[in-house]
């Protein structure tokens, strides 16, 4: 069965860092179209950055210059570097691929 699998979440103080990752557990995910979404209570999901099988990443505005996202393939494992936290980054991260989505990582931000 194929998923995907989300870890690197925690509690970090404004201005501080995390790195995501998102782990694959099925070939089909080598080479395809991954994103990264997140969902702050009571706010819609959101696209925060996405990555295409030639390395092309995207990013929404709120994060551009503080987020970078990367693949590797040999592992099957997409990640984000998130650096510069604020607090409105606050909210479960979800990585996602071919239709698939993983459980979500908690990443809350003080200030």
């Known amino acids: 069965q194929e998923r995907l699998v989300e870890s690197g979440g925690g509690l970090v103080q404004a201005g501080g860092s995390l790195r995501l990752s998102c782990a694959a557990s099925?070939?089909?995910?080598?080479?395809?179209?991954m994103a990264w979404y997140r969902q702050a209570p009571g706010k819609q999901r959101e696209l925060v950055a996405s990555i295409t099988p030639g390395g092309t990443t995207n990013y929404a505005d709120s994060v551009k210059g503080r987020f970078t996202t990367f693949r590797d393939d040999t592992k099957i494992t997409v990640y984000m570097q998130m650096n510069n936290l604020k607090p409105e980054d606050t909210a479960v991260y979800y990585c996602?691929?071919?239709?698939?989505w993983g459980q979500g990582t908690q990443v809350t931000v003080s200030s």
């Open positions: 099925g070939s089909i995910f080598r080479n395809v179209y």
């Open positions: 996602t691929g071919r239709g698939v």
